[in-house]
């Protein structure tokens, strides 16, 4: 069925911006600066089909360079009730890709009148991040249960993709497959989580890129469970000292005090329910 | 740069290939091994503290790699950057201490110390050692230097605005400033390392600190962030 209801893009490329990128880059080079680099997730997202539905796992850290900028990120976006994806690569890009697919499945499920397929997210995932040729930076593993049941796709930013019982992406993609290779389709829940986190954990301690907590997101047929921080294998450490500042240690340059002059004009009392 | 050219091959077909221009490669000799260290020293001690991690690019070489090396009994340096100038910096530091012991019968001095390694540095002025050095220790009547403080290596920046704060009492008013004791430069010494292995993520696994007192010198390790 023709789906008129999402807009697809004229033409072939949209490199709009490209120029005037180029010409900021140059001014900014002249006076010395440089343009402020895309801050990357440095991730370790994975996904796993078990017996009744299909397992996404991530970490919680994003990092600007090589400095942590947010300890507890969320890299497990929302795309319909039951189509959940991973984001790795450009935090912005993953987020606001992932945003853009969401509205536009809604669309579409709703012109067609039918629950969105995993497939369907993938196709136009996909063609989206080719028409960028790789200028967009997102790495997705898109999971989910539709009428075909649990299915897991990996998506490249070049706009390739693949579909398989098992995925890991970030910047430690060699090292966790092995983990995964042990799996089998009929797992049941326990152990398919367990196998998860212990890849992301890996992930974890190994990855300078990835840290902090394990977000799991476990979708079924019939549920869809958010696990946010479902296990914290580093804490942080305690501090001995105290390093509160008591009132007037901050140095008061100046102050200047404007008396405002008020007149009563009305007074009224209302009761507020405290219960 | 991309030139498309038509060229006649052999047999007179055309052959349409592309010229990228000359390409550069280049062998960087410089490795960077991530680590931070940091100096405290007060009236009657000195201590040298750095993390345990090895790491390059986003791999871990090592968790128990520490980065501060014992000279003598009053002297300990701390060397961060690239590894493999660390091991031979302190390799040739350690032979010249040697070499002095012998030709002056007795060690080298804190102060000398600093100076000799202020000369070696500079005799590979135009080949760097890629290390960023802190030397710790207590000069020959057992004193240290009151308050002084430094932090090096790649949590450096996050470290030594905070030690301005606390130990230099900058932008601080209405604060009485108590000289510092051994206690609290050890436990200032960890706190600050535990919120550097928060955000930086090449400092982390584990914290050694070297404590140089009249007695000699002693170590602690304190466990930090693992991921």
Known sequence: ?275 | MMISSRVFGDNGKVKEYHYTGPVEHKFSPYAFNGGTVLAVAGEDFALVASDTRLSEGYSIHSRDSPKCYKLTDTTVIGCSGFHGDCLTLTKIIEARLKMYKHSNNKNMTSGAIAAMLSTILYGKRFFPYYVYNIIGGLDEEGRGARDTYKAGGSASAMLQPLLDNQIGFKNMENVEQVPLTLEKAVQLVKDVFISAAERDVYTGDALKICIITKEGVREEIVPLRKD
């Open chain 1, 1 to 275: 069925m023709l789906n008129t209801s999402t807009k697809t893009p004229t033409g072939g490329f949209s490199f709009e911006n490209t120029r005037r990128n180029a010409v900021l880059e140059a001014n900014l080079s002249e006076k010395g600066y440089s343009a402020p680099n895309a801050r990357k997730t440095g991730t370790t997202i994975a996904g796993l089909i078990f017996k009744d539905g299909v397992i996404l796992g991530a970490d919680t850290r994003a990092t600007d360079d090589m400095v942590v900028a947010d300890k507890n990120c969320m890299k497990i976006h929302y795309i319909a009730p039951k189509i959940y994806c991973c984001g790795a690569g450009v935090a912005a890009d993953a987020e606001v890709t992932t945003q853009m697919m969401s509205s536009n499945v809604e669309l579409h499920s709703l012109s067609t009148g039918r629950p969105p397929l995993v497939a369907m997210v993938t196709r136009q995932l996909k063609q989206m991040l080719f028409r960028y040729q790789g200028q967009i930076g997102s790495s997705l593993i898109v999971g989910g249960v539709d009428v075909n049941g649990p299915q897991l796709y990996s998506i490249y930013p070049h706009g390739s993709y693949d579909k398989l019982p098992f995925l890991t992406m970030g910047t430690v993609t060699f090292s966790l497959p092995p983990f995964f290779e042990q799996t089998q389709s009929e797992q049941n829940l326990e152990e398919a989580k367990q196998l998860v986190r212990d890849a992301i954990t890996a992930g974890i301690f190994c990855d300078l890129g990835s840290g902090s907590n394990v977000d799991l997101c476990v979708i079924t047929e019939k549920t869809v469970d958010y696990l946010r921080a479902y296990d914290q294998p580093v804490q942080k450490g305690l501090r001995e000292g105290t390093y509160r500042y008591k009132p007037g240690t901050t140095a008061v340059l100046t102050k200047t005090v404007t008396p405002l002059t008020l007149d009563v004009v009305d007074e009224s009392v209302q009761v507020m329910d405290t219960e």
